[in-house]
């Protein structure tokens, strides 16, 4: 029994009105969605509560406007494309609380779906104030959240109402939390976490928390460069922050307390520049010429990394292996995401992914859809294994 309420302990809805906080943060451009991933993971719990005659008051954020009516960031363009996905008529309010959503509200019936305008116009949703939150409680009986991905913020629409009214977890945020459950919180071992991308600054607490919950760490992307370097390994003209060089060693010995290996590139694929097809080479670690920076991962290092999966039970992705954005850099991420994409068929791997280039990189594989799990959050992915405590997730527990 999960540890916090889902859809099955509802009560009757029929007739209710009911408030779901959605995530449609949706990529948008000319006038379009462009990716509408995040409109189809809350599809399911949308479809159901309309089902059992609920009134389903959808509340969602998009973009940053800071608590101020901005034009561009109205949530109005979107109801197109959640109506395509639902396959079902969307109504919109063009305010959240107040008269407009009253009015809107009151010409609902059973199974009925509206959308209100943007959380964020209001400076009391990102406050969590209080009259804000009572505000938008008195649109609602039931409050619903399926949106993970906005958990990591303490605000009104995800976190303040679960004090106002009872609170559930909608399908996506249950199959959310599930998986990560599976992945880190109390996963079959071996478990090996595959950590990538820029920099380690970002992602210091995301590796401290990890080394005592893995059995191998493997480093990726610009990030090894900093690792590699704190060996005394020169890397030329590599990515990477020297001023954490102590940061990095502190890390790795801590590891070595905690019997968690980490994995290091012990081969590059090294460049002049930054660039598609720039001319390159494979070269091992400790030869990467002065005038060379390394953009993937080599051909070692990936089976090096394949073997770890082969052996793991569970593997937790964030983050790309190397420059995948351009080609031939994307090689050591596609390989090794085909891989665990495989295992994962083959039934031998629980594999949770997430964080927003993993999901592109995963994608760009072409193995989105073979993975255990892949998260659409980017923040409060990585907050959750960083292991901290996201607010919109405690609000639902029994
Ligand atoms: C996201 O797009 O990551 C979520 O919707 C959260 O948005 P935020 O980072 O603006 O809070
Ligand atoms: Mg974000």
């Known amino acids: 029994m999960p540890a916090f309420k889902t859809l099955d302990d509802l009560p009757d809805i029929n007739g209710k009105r009911v408030l779901v906080r959605v995530d449609l943060n949706v990529p948008f451009s000319d006038g379009r969605v462009t990716d509408t991933t995040r409109i189809e993971r809350v599809a399911p719990t949308i479809t159901e509560l309309s089902g ?8 969602a954020h998009f973009g940053r406007p800071k608590g101020q009516v ?63 939150v009572a505000a938008l409680a008195a649109n609602g009986d039931v409050y619903v959240n399926d949106a993970f991905s906005a958990a990591h913020r303490a605000h009104a629409s995800t976190e303040g109402l679960g004090h106002h009214m009872p609170a559930y977890a909608g399908r996506t945020m249950q199959a959310e939390l599930e998986a990560l459950e599976s992945g880190l919180g ?19 607490d995301l590796l401290e928390n990890l080394i005592d919950k893995v059995d191998a760490l493997v480093i990726g992307g610009g990030m090894a460069n900093t690792f590699v370097a704190a060996k005394g390994i020169d890397v030329g003209k590599s990515l990477c922050e020297h001023d954490l060089a102590d940061t990095a060693r502190t ?9 968690c290996a980490i994995v290091l590139p012990v081969d590059g694929v090294v460049a002049g520049e930054f660039k598609a097809n720039a001319e390159n080479e494979t070269v091992a670690i400790d030869a990467i010429p002065a005038d060379k920076m390394m953009l993937d991962v080599g051909p070692q290092s990936v089976m090096t990394i394949n073997e770890w999966i ?22 050591a991420t596609v390989a090794a995401a085909k891989f665990a994409a495989e295992r994962t068929r083959a039934g031998k791997l629980t594999s949770v992914a997430g964080g927003g280039d993993t999901v592109s990189a995963l994608n760009h594989a072409g193995v989105k859809g073979d993975f255990s799990y892949v998260s659409t959050a980017g923040g409060a992915f990585l907050e959750w294994m960083e292991g901290k405590v996201l607010p919109g997730v405690e609000i639902l527990k029994k």
């Open 310 to 331: 082969e052996k793991a039970e569970t593997l937790v992705w964030n983050g790309p292996l190397g420059a995948f954005e351009i080609e031939p850099f994307d090689a």
């Open 186 to 204: 109390n996963p079959k071992h071996p478990v090996v976490a595959i950590v990538g991308g820029a920099k380690v600054s970002t992602k210091i």
């Open 251 to 259: 890390i790795m010995a801590k590891a070595e307390k905690s019997g």
């Open 52 to 59: 059992k005659g609920a009134k389903v008051i959808l509340m």
């Open 70 to 132: 901005v034009p561009e960031m109205s949530l109005k363009p979107i109801v197109h494309a959640v109506e395509e996905v639902l396959d079902h008529a969307v109504a919109f309010a063009d305010d959240c609380v107040g008269e407009p959503a009253e009015k809107a509200i009151a010409a609902m019936t059973a199974g009925d779906i509206l959308l209100l305008e943007n959380t964020r116009f209001h400076k009391g949703e990102e406050k969590n104030d209080p009259d804000f």
